[in-house]
């Protein structure tokens, strides 16, 4: 792989300090591709070339639902030029080998703070420096809702950021606050009427010139255009009262509504699903229902799924919408993906739940024909991870915003020692496998076959649950390993009764 | 080899330390630190009107020239230059862009002058204070009855700050942009003259040919002057960054206006500019920092970001660690922790003489012991980065100023 020269850079800085060494082992190792022998010069000239990135042998999650195998993806200049089979690589691309891994659209969090240093106009004040973001990055997270800026996590630039500075159009209707309900309604019934009378002018001037154009006095331009389908309302709303009454009024003007919250939303699924609703759930909220109600209510890990096979687009964004390391660890942006786990493990398909953090997440931010998945055309906003993207063991090995590499894992500090990539310096020389703990256990036999069996009993319970075999620190390069996992569960379990016995 | 032309030559031993009388006297010294970051070991220095005549190895000495014998372990080294002080000067500033004000004009002689020199420190550029763009720095003598005697030159730089803010960049660039506005004003302006000349000429073609007007500009705004004077090269701009991204706002507000800029990174809390090192690297240009460890934000991992600043290409400026006395009292002690830190001694030497001089556009004149320089100059005991080891003496224009070496 060739990273050009501020990549370079930026991966060796970390670095120093910890293994002189690795500086310039980590990109000549990562340089398997033919195409490239001599990476560091190629380096050196690449700055005045299109930039060209193309992603070698990975296994390509279009987001869509279509999954390539052993695919190459070709980026030219921050867009997605071709991905398939049997695409041309020229020789002047930068080629990173990606075989083994996985390639996903990256990810997007309708909410957050805290990433881009600050708020307000980003192009004058973000720190694309900044430790959150290189760790919203970590978590496969490239573009970002900061406010109601949508704005890609492009680390190192301060210009191109924004997508789309308003993201919402924030709309309050709730039962405790009758009064905002009504003005909502009359301004929407305002508008309704302002449109009825427009179209039926439009229809007049043809016939009749002197027809007059109605007027907008005391029209709510906010409620024209989410009338008229230009921008769609967000609502927050938790509770089955207060969903109930957003669908109805949705269905009565005819609009489809963003709920955010959407807690008691699998208590009047079919509803929103009439209404086309589209909800952002935090699938592992959690809250007692009210007792002195009858009905259903409270949160529920089944929500996502309910809503999701009533008809509503489900986005998931987690429990917390910033990088917090202590505290609340686990419900934070590091974790979208995690969350969007959750929603799986409560039975929304998988596919839905890699849809509910890319595309239908850029759906809902209205930029949806740029980012969200992997299609030609679109930006080349791409993360690489070593095993299933929604697995809690899963990390994201690079993250690519206009195709340019602004996250390698083992150039940052955060997780580079985790696992490392088998080509990286911070390898240990015998491989081991996620999850597992103890190389000195292994010796007595022979260390490679040894390894893949050391598997803790997590990785059972997971293997299972997901009907995937993500096997995510997998070495590509390495044709033993495959074959490796299937016979050891018997053979070895005797010996490794005291790993197991600790769980 | 002839120490000077008018003195005929003479391999004679120096006389016992004689004091120095009138303005021709000679420095021998074991090892002379040049500020280059060389050495030069038996020197001999001939000083006349407080400025270097000559220098060498071994010169042989006419008889008759006061000679100051130096001891063994004695090291001189050029003195040190502070571009980047406000110590001897009050008060605040504004938040705006004000590029017209001069520091020079809140200078005054004081005793805090003394500070520097006891310290080392023989020549000091002194900016104006205040946020946004506060204004111009002198570069100053720190010794003098009157602000006019201690001004070395006026205007050295421009300070310029910028955050992470679209005010910041808007003063850079608004300033720039006045400058275009100008520019397209005194073009209106001839424009109509040149038209009324050609009417006037047409008018009285043959009565009057008296009155050769000549056209002139209307004067620029002394805000936007000193922005003609960035893009002359007449003036150089110090901006003042706070981390990483305020130097890629830096690059950005600049877009493609081309002039002299230079850095000030401050060191004395975490920063996170080693992400920017290499490009800023690759521009070459200086760098003030001050001789300090830091961490990488957020973490224990030690940096030493001037070692590898110096290193990446760019030319190190070191400042005393806090604009205090105590900063200056400890100022080469420090510069030896870094070292001892992996910093290069030549790159330091430099760092402190050398580089901040020539920052200041200086460098002819001082910051480096040779033919033609000013006598400025520093006698220590022995290493001048031991902390052990004594300022013995401070040279000021071939004058003694501080120290126990008086004549």
Known sequence: MHLRPNQQRRASRPMRLLVAASLFLTPAALASAPLDDEPAKEAESEEDKEEVLALKGGEIHTGLGGVLRDATILVRDGKIEAFGYDVDVPEDAEVVDVSGMRVYPGLIAVGSFGLFGSSGNLDDSVDPYNQNMTLALAAGITTAVDGNTVAKLKRGHVQGLVVNTSAFESLSYSNGNPQGQLKVEEDLKGAADYIRAFRAWEDEKKSNKEAKEPSKKGVDQKSVKILRGEVRPRFNADSRTDLLEIAHLAQRFGFRPIISGCREGWTVADELGRAGATAIVTPRSRRPKDESLLRDGGSSIENAATLYSHGVNVVVVPGSRGISLGGIVGTDLLHLPVEAGFAIRGGLPELAGLRSITIEAARVLGVDYRIGSIEVGKDADLIVTDGDLLHYQTFVQWAIVDGEIVYDKQAEMFFAHIRPRPESSLAPAERMDAGEEAPAEAPEEEPVEENPEDETPEEETTGGGDGEEPQPSEDPEEPEDPEEPEDPEESEDPDESSTTAGN | ?407
């Open chain 2, 1 to 407: 080899m002839i120490l000077s032309p008018l003195l005929l030559l003479g391999p004679i031993a120096a006389a016992p330390a004689a004091p120095v009388q009138g303005d021709l006297f000679v420095i021998k010294a074991p090892r002379v630190e040049l500020g280059d970051g060389e050495v030069m070991e038996h020197a001999v220095i001939l000083v006349e009107d407080g400025e270097i005549v000559t220098m060498g190895q071994d010169l042989p000495v006419e008889r008759g020239i006061p000679v100051v014998e130096l001891e063994e372990g004695q090291v001189v080294m050029p003195g040190l230059v502070n571009p980047y002080s406000r110590y001897g000067m009050l008060g605040g500033g504004y938040n705006d862009s004000r590029p017209q004000v001069m520091a020079s004009a809140e200078l005054y002689p004081s005793a805090a002058y003394k500070a520097f020199l006891e310290n080392g420190v023989t020549t000091v550029g002194q900016y104006p204070a205040g946020q946004g763009i506060p204004g111009q720095a002198v570069a100053v003598r720190p010794k003098g009855d009157s602000s006019e005697e201690m001004i070395v030159e006026d205007g050295v730089y421009l300070k310029v700050v910028m955050r992470n803010s679209s005010s910041a960049k808007r003063n850079l660039r608004d300033g720039f942009k006045k400058a275009d506005d100008h520019l397209e004003k005194v073009e209106k302006e001839r424009e109509k003259f040149d038209k009324a000349q050609a009417k006037a000429k047409s008018d009285k073609k043959k009565s009057s040919s008296k009155s050769k007007a000549t056209f002139t500009p209307p004067p620029a705004d002394p805000r936007v002057q000193p922005f003609f004077d960035l893009r002359e090269g007449k003036l150089r701009a110090l901006v003042s960054i706070r981390n990483a991204a305020s130097y890629a706002h830096l690059v950005d507000a600049i877009g493609d206006e081309e002039f002299e800029w230079h850095l000030r990174i401050p060191l004395t809390r975490d920063i996170d500019v080693f992400h920017v090192a290499d490009e800023v690297g690759e521009r070459g240009c200086f760098v003030l920092m001050e001789p300090l460890i830091t961490l990488v934000p957020g973490t224990l991992r030690q940096r030493n970001l001037p070692a590898e600043f110096e290193r990446a290409g760019a030319k190190l400026v070191l400042l005393p660690r806090t604009d205090s006395k105590a900063g200056f009292e400890s100022f080469l002690e420090d510069v030896g922790v870094m070292i001892g830190a992996g910093l290069d001694r030549k790159a330091a030497v430099r760092a402190i003489t050398h580089n901040p001089a020539t920052f200041m556009g200086l460098g002819d004149r001082l910051g480096t012991l040779s033919e033609g320089k000013r006598a400025n100059l520093l006698i220590f005991s022995g290493d001048p980065f031991q902390p052990d080891t004594k300022l013995d003496a401070v040279m000021l224009d071939g004058k003694f100023v501080s120290g126990d070496m008086d004549q």
